[in-house]
């Protein structure tokens, strides 16, 4: 009997363990080449981890709410995502407004953060902000962040990674 408990026991603590997901953070990340954040979150979709938009997630680091599922996003009432068009350095030295790109870049955003964009005028050379109700409207708030304001000090998530990232300018900037 104490052999089959100890079995159980044991398939019970492995299947927890195959269950659970890292959590990847997300602040002050300010962008940098389209393909690299695709690369980057495409690896993120299939680890299944989930994300905690907390701080700034500009240009293209905004691509992470096309390729990771909605369901696996959540956000701060830190959260701040900075959207504009795609770029390349022209002859001069210039950024210049690369439209295929800036197109692709809009084609990943699900249809709500489409709409909000397209209200404001489109994506543009100019960043524009989604944060506050809007984003909240659009999705879940972290669990982390209900508990900060219940609670001087929130629990950490047991397998936590920080992306903050330091990408460089390029494409999206």
Not at 50 to 67: E, K, R
Request: proline fraction near 5%; hydrophobic fraction near 40%; charged fraction near 15%.
């Amino acid at each position: 009997m104490k052999l089959v408990t100890g079995l159980l026991a044991v398939v019970l603590l492995l299947a927890g363990i195959g269950a659970s997901h890292a959590v990847v953070r997300i602040g002050e990340d300010r962008g940098g080449r389209i393909g690299t954040y695709v690369d980057k979150y495409q690896d993120l979709r299939t680890s299944g981890d989930t994300v905690i938009i907390d701080g700034l997630c500009a240009s293209a680091c905004t691509i992470v709410l096309g390729a990771v599922p909605h369901d696996k996003i959540c956000v701060t009432s830190h959260a701040n995502l900075g959207f504009h068009a795609a770029w390349d350095f022209g002859a001069n030295g210039r950024a210049v407004t690369n439209r295929e790109a800036t197109q692709m870049l809009y084609s990943m955003y699900p249809s709500p953060v489409k709409h909000w964009i397209s209200a404001r005028g489109g994506l543009t050379p100019h960043m524009i902000f989604l944060r506050g109700k809007a984003l909240m409207s659009m999705y879940k708030p972290c669990y982390m962040d209900a508990q900060a304001s219940s609670s001087a000090t929130p629990p950490a998530p047991a397998h936590q990674h920080d992306a903050i990232g330091r990408g460089t300018r390029a494409l999206a900037r």
